[in-house]
C-alpha cells in the first residue's frame, strides 16, 4: 500500500515537473501590436531602452501621471530578475514610457523597457 503510494506521487510530482517546463507564448498586449513609429521631432524620440529614470525625466520633465502594476513574473517563485513590476509614465499629448520596476524583493529595475509613442495619450491612467 505504502508503496503504490509513493510510485502514485512520483508520478504527479514528475507531472507537475513536466507542466511547469512548459514554455507558453501568448499573444502580445494590445499597445505593443500596434506600434507606431516615433517621429524624429518628437522628445521621445530621444529615450532609449535602458535608459534610467532620472535620465528620461531630464529629457521629457516629469510625467502627466504614473501607475505601477505587477507582472506575471511576479508569481514566479524562482525568478529573481528585475522585471517582476513594472512602472509606466504618462506623458498628455506624447505617449508612454515604461520601466522595468525591480523584483519582487523591491531592487533592481527602473531601466526603460518600452516607449509607446501615441499623441492622443490623455495622461490619466487608471491603475486596474
Given at each position: 500500500m505504502q508503496r503504490m503510494m509513493l510510485s502514485a506521487l512520483a508520478s504527479v510530482l514528475v507531472a507537475l515537473a513536466i507542466g511547469c517546463s512548459s514554455k507558453s507564448e501568448s499573444a502580445p498586449p494590445p499597445a505593443e501590436a500596434k506600434a507606431v513609429p516615433i517621429?524624429?521631432?518628437?522628445?521621445?524620440?530621444?529615450?532609449?531602452?535602458?535608459m534610467t529614470a532620472q535620465e528620461v525625466s531630464n529629457i521629457l520633465g516629469m510625467p502627466t501621471n504614473q501607475v505601477s502594476y505587477a507582472t506575471g513574473k511576479a508569481w514566479i517563485p524562482w525568478y529573481y530578475g528585475d522585471d517582476a513590476r513594472r512602472t509606466e509614465w504618462s506623458y498628455k499629448g506624447l505617449g508612454r514610457v515604461v520601466f522595468t520596476g525591480?523584483?519582487?524583493?523591491?531592487?533592481?529595475?527602473?531601466r526603460v523597457n518600452r516607449v509607446d509613442y501615441d499623441p492622443a495619450e490623455t495622461g490619466v491612467r487608471l491603475q486596474n
Amino acid at each position: 500500500m505504502q508503496r503504490m503510494m509513493l510510485s502514485a506521487l512520483a508520478s504527479v510530482l514528475v507531472a507537475l515537473a513536466i507542466g511547469c517546463s512548459s514554455k507558453s507564448e501568448s499573444a502580445p498586449p494590445p499597445a505593443e501590436a500596434k506600434a507606431v513609429p516615433i517621429p524624429a521631432n518628437s522628445p521621445l524620440a530621444k529615450v532609449q531602452v535602458g535608459m534610467t529614470a532620472q535620465e528620461v525625466s531630464n529629457i521629457l520633465g516629469m510625467p502627466t501621471n504614473q501607475v505601477s502594476y505587477a507582472t506575471g513574473k511576479a508569481w514566479i517563485p524562482w525568478y529573481y530578475g528585475d522585471d517582476a513590476r513594472r512602472t509606466e509614465w504618462s506623458y498628455k499629448g506624447l505617449g508612454r514610457v515604461v520601466f522595468t520596476g525591480g523584483n519582487v524583493f523591491g531592487g533592481g529595475g527602473g531601466r526603460v523597457n518600452r516607449v509607446d509613442y501615441d499623441p492622443a495619450e490623455t495622461g490619466v491612467r487608471l491603475q486596474n
